[in-house]
């Protein structure tokens, strides 16, 4: 190879570097400083699950879509919910990572007899009556918060 064929080529490869970087350090920062912030109000769905929104509009309340590797059925309707949780054995749960293992751990880890051997001991504090009874703390608690959002907004 002679000496202007790799000093081209060095020469291509120091562009393509620098565009990189360029990119990463000025023009990104640029594009995320012109976007503007979602407040309190909008709709986050449209950010964290845009296939799901997107698969829920065009086929309905249950779907199935893939998750990665994954295939995964989504049911939206309250009385399905109920029975795949009241049939524990019938409908199994997907095997997660490791990572998810570690951040959600407990009730929606657990599989088959430890599943329900937990769901009956916290099924009580889920009572109609016990929950009707916070509502006020969760009137008080939240309401707490989004002020708090509101004040860090508008400072």
Known sequence: M?????AAALMVVLAAVLIRVVNWVWITPKK???????SLTD????YLLPLALKMFNSHGRTFFMWTGPVPTIMITNPEHI????TKSYDFEATVSSLFVKLLVGGLASYKGDKWARHRRIINPAFNLEK??????A???CS???V????????S
């Open 131 to 136: 929950i009707k009874n916070m509502v006020p």
């Open 143 to 145: 309401s707490e918060v």
């Open 138 to 140: 969760f009137y008080h």
């Open 43 to 46: 709709d986050v769905i449209p």
């Open 2 to 6: 002679s000496l202007p064929v790799v």
């Open 82 to 85: 109920k029975e795949v949780f």
């Open 32 to 38: 995320l400083e012109r976007s503007k912030p979602i």
């Open 147 to 154: 002020s708090q959002w509101e004040r860090q907004e508008s």
